[in-house]
């Protein structure tokens, strides 16, 4: 199955390491502008390493941008063309500037095509946004927008596009919690825990949601529960009361309901004194 150029572990390495939200590059499909969500050229080590030898040392680098640049393309009779590179300078007085157009063409010679740079080096699927921002995580390109495309790329060929309209359905999620109304948990997600002599003396339980999946009405389907301390008949008990809970906040992406905001949380459930 071929993988997303923000999963190729060439193109994201340095992401990795940094762990930040990462701009991205610019397209122009069908003549509208969208976010291209990735680095294609940095797919070829060689041709990324021969890049970086043109680029000024001064550039612009940011958390936002470790790569100091931003790469603008276009889909031209279903194939994807490099127009520009174009890069920021520390002195905010000076504009951003391009590659000139003879260095681009002497560095990426061999994918030269008449007067084109065609992206023949690039094989896999390129996701591509627009519009509204609907979910957001601090690390590489790992949000959503209300408009998405996934490109299917053979040697710099679009052989297919899908697109989707992406939303969300109003509801609780655990990522939207003040932390000084935790305690408000309890009462939502009420527990017998005179049940448990274990619990003697604890001021506070810990539950971790792994592996939740919603339905299109917000309801939650499956999750798994671990409790600490240790308490397997508690944690059955705490995915029953969530699993009664309803709505969810339910957001659909990319064709498929995502449960965002409730799996990977470590929830405080505060007990009676």
Not at 37 to 50: E, I, K, Q, R, T
Not at 251 to 269: D, H, K, L, Q, T
Request: one cysteine or more; charged letters at 25%.
């Amino acid at each position: 199955m071929k993988r997303l150029l923000s999963c190729l572990p060439i193109l994201f390495l340095a992401l990795i390491a940094n762990a930040t939200g990462q701009e991205g590059d610019v397209i122009f499909i069908d003549g509208a502008r969208w976010e291209l969500l990735g680095n294609p050229c940095g797919a070829d080590s060689v041709l990324y390493h021969d890049l970086e030898a043109v680029l000024p040392k001064n550039r612009a680098i940011v958390t936002s941008n470790w790569d100091g640049f931003t790469a603008y393309w276009s889909i031209q009779q279903d194939l994807l063309c490099l127009d520009s590179i174009r890069y920021e300078n520390y002195d905010p007085k000076l504009k951003s500037k391009r590659i000139p157009s003879d260095t681009m063409l002497r560095v990426f010679s061999k994918y030269v095509e008449g007067n084109r740079i065609l992206a023949n080096w690039l094989s896999g699927e390129v996701r591509v946004a627009t519009g509204k921002m609907l979910y957001y995580e601090h690390a590489a390109f790992n949000r959503n927008y209300e408009e998405e495309m996934i490109l299917s790329i053979e040697k710099g060929k679009v052989t297919a596009r899908k697109e989707y309209h992406n939303y969300v359905v109003k509801g609780f999620s655990f990522d939207e919690v003040n932390p000084q109304n935790r305690n408000e948990l309890r009462k939502m997600f009420p527990l017998h825990v005179e049940r448990y002599p274990e619990l003697a003396g604890k001021k506070r339980i810990i539950f971790s949601i792994k592996h939740a999946r919603v339905d299109a009405q917000g309801n939650l389907v499956e999750c798994e529960v671990k409790a600490r301390p240790d308490i397997p008949q508690l944690a059955e008990e705490m995915a029953e009361a969530l699993k009664a809970y309803h709505p969810w906040r339910v957001m659909f992406i990319n064709g498929e309901f995502r449960a965002y905001g409730i799996s990977g949380y470590g929830v405080p459930y505060l007990l009676d004194e």
